[in-house]
């Protein structure tokens, strides 16, 4: 039966290789060096059209990689924020790739199921449920969501929901696992492989071995603020209904 700790370790390991033609394998690593270049050419695209640093893009689809992760896990809907739901985005548009990437990597569907049309009772539903991801975030990870890239809904609300959220951040999501579901954090408190787990309570990244947010050039305009400029939608909500399977595309 595969364990929370296989699903994150895969995650862990998916560096978007699929994302780069055969043809264009050596101009990336050359361009981006020869350590995950495929994940850091992904970041440089996702900050590239919506305005981000080099260095908030590639924090944005590590983050990424955890909502997805929490999505999978949990038996109801997920919401991302703002700048995740970016990363997103830019992941479902490599279509092929995404595919397998459900397939291989978290070997089910993962859809996205965006409003068609904004109504306040929509919009309290993926509130309730945003938040109830940052809740959870903190209980799987046992650390706080960073509030740059966690603290700004991709919905449109009167305030309220972002209080919401600022607060949630600033307690720790105030939840537990409950149940006898073990957080994932758990599988890793007590092993060796800690010390390389810096979701689990440290800083940086986990790009790949010998990763570091460093590369690249950063847009000091954009710096860390983890606004999604550029984005587009900005007044709908999505969100994804995992648990016994996803279904429904867009």
Not at 117 to 128: C, G, I, N, R, S
Not at 139 to 144: G, N, S, Y
Not at 239 to 249: E, F, L
């Amino acid at each position: 039966m595969d364990t929370k700790k296989d699903l994150w370790l895969r995650l862990k390991s998916y560096h978007f290789y699929d994302l780069v033609p055969a043809h264009l394998t050596d101009r990336v690593a050359e361009l981006f060096g020869r350590t995950d270049a495929s994940t850091r050419a992904f970041a440089n695209k996702v900050a590239k059209k919506h305005g981000w640093s080099t260095h908030f893009a590639r924090r944005a689809v590590d983050e990424y990689k955890k909502f997805v992760f929490l999505g999978v896990v949990t038996e109801v809907s997920v919401t991302p924020s703002k700048a995740i739901d970016v990363v997103w985005h830019e992941h479902l548009l490599f279509t092929r790739a995404y595919r397998d990437f459900c397939r291989d990597v978290l070997g089910r569907d993962f859809d996205h199921h965006p409003e068609l049309l904004p109504t306040d009772e929509q919009t309290e539903l993926f509130a309730a449920q945003y938040d109830a991801t940052l809740a959870r975030y903190h209980t799987e990870f046992h650390v706080v969501p960073p509030a740059d890239i966690w603290g700004t809904p991709k919905f449109k609300t009167d305030g309220t929901s972002a209080k919401k959220a600022d607060g949630a951040l600033a307690d720790g999501g105030g939840s537990s696992s409950g149940g006898g579901d073990v957080p994932l954090y758990s599988y890793f408190s007590t092993s060796g492989e800690a010390s390389y787990m810096p979701e689990f309570g440290g800083g940086g990244g986990f790009g790949g071995a010998g990763g570091s947010d460093s590369w690249g050039s950063h847009d000091s305009t954009s710096g860390d603020s983890g606004s999604a400029s550029g984005s587009s939608d900005s007044g709908s909500g999505c969100s994804s209904s995992c648990g016994g399977g996803c279904g429904g595309g867009d």
